[in-house]
């Protein structure tokens, strides 16, 4: 996957602060439900499985299922608990990954 | 048409057994199993995630739009009621639709470290549904929340044309 990832953390943080993360990446999430112009089905080809860790540890996962539209956007939230790096993983049906990263400051 | 009228032609009445075979044949075609039929129900898809433990209305709420113009980007949002603490916290976030090919959605994965029991995400419906959040708490009880949107544009099923 060469999909771009467009990811959203604040740069700086208190510490104990709920700060809200979104990640979105470029991905067609084809459902395998759809028939292509020569009536053939068109192969499913979606993200499986995305997950957040936070500092080296998993802090938020998600399991998607065709259902999650093209460009799968996630929005949650994460205590900001030490300075380090938030990082993101997409795996697609291929076992292909797409990473992002992003550095949080905690004061 | 009335019965005095000679039958024949266009006109002639179509011999019963003739008639019986057709509406048989008519009938296997109306029950032919299509994909998006053989699904497991909204019901059993919850049943497999819960493992069958009972499941509570309340703690949850599902932001659904009750109108949807395009059913390929549906935004939703779950928020359960929890403080979120290592010992009271949701663990499990799912999410149900009860019409599209496939009843899962997704299932998200929350701890202690999430702060607040929060996910939106966006979805495809492939036609006026009612779609269910269930949150797993980590006292192991389970409670959803459910919510319908009318589709004008429909997902998932659709051709390239």
Redesign the interface.
């Known amino acids: 996957m060469t999909a771009r990832a467009l990811i959203s953390v604040p740069k700086t943080a208190m510490r104990g602060e ?2 809200e993360i979104r990640a979105m990446t470029a991905h067609p999430m084809e ?1 395998g ?5 020569n009536g053939t089905n ?1 192969p499913r080809n979606i993200i499986r499985r995305f997950a957040c860790t ?1 500092d080296g ?1 998993e ?12 460009n ?8 900001a ?1 030490t300075s380090g790096t938030i990082e993101f993983v997409w795996t697609d049906d291929d076992g292909k990954t797409q990473t992002a990263s992003a550095d949080i400051t905690v004061t | 048409m009335s019965g005095s009228q000679p039958t024949h032609g266009y006109f002639r009445p179509m011999p019963r057994r003739q008639l019986l075979a057709a509406g048989i044949a008519g009938l296997v075609v109306i029950s032919l199993p299509r ?2 039929l053989s699904r497991p129900s909204l019901e059993e898809a919850i049943r497999i995630f819960t493992g069958g433990a009972e499941v509570l209305d309340g703690r949850v709420r599902l932001e659904l739009p009750p109108l949807v113009e395009n059913g ?3 935004g939703v949002t779950v928020t359960a009621e929890s403080p979120m603490t290592a010992t009271d916290h949701v663990r499990r976030i799912g999410v149900f ?1 009860e019409k ?3 009843a ?8 202690p ?4 029991a ?8 492939a036609t006026s549904q009612t779609v269910v959040a269930v949150a797993e708490m980590s006292d192991g009880s389970f409670w959803s929340s459910r919510a319908s949107a009318i589709v004008t544009l429909a ?7």
């Open positions: 709920i700060v459902t439900y759809r028939t292509g112009l068109i936070y540890e802090v938020f996962s998600a399991d998607l299922f065709p259902a999650i539209s093209a799968p956007f996630i929005a949650f939230t994460l205590i608990t | 994909r998006a390929n980007a549906v639709n599209n090919p496939e899962n959605v997704a299932v998200f994965h929350l701890g470290r999430s702060g607040r929060q996910v939106s995400t966006r979805i495809r419906l997902a998932c099923i659709e051709d390239l044309t």
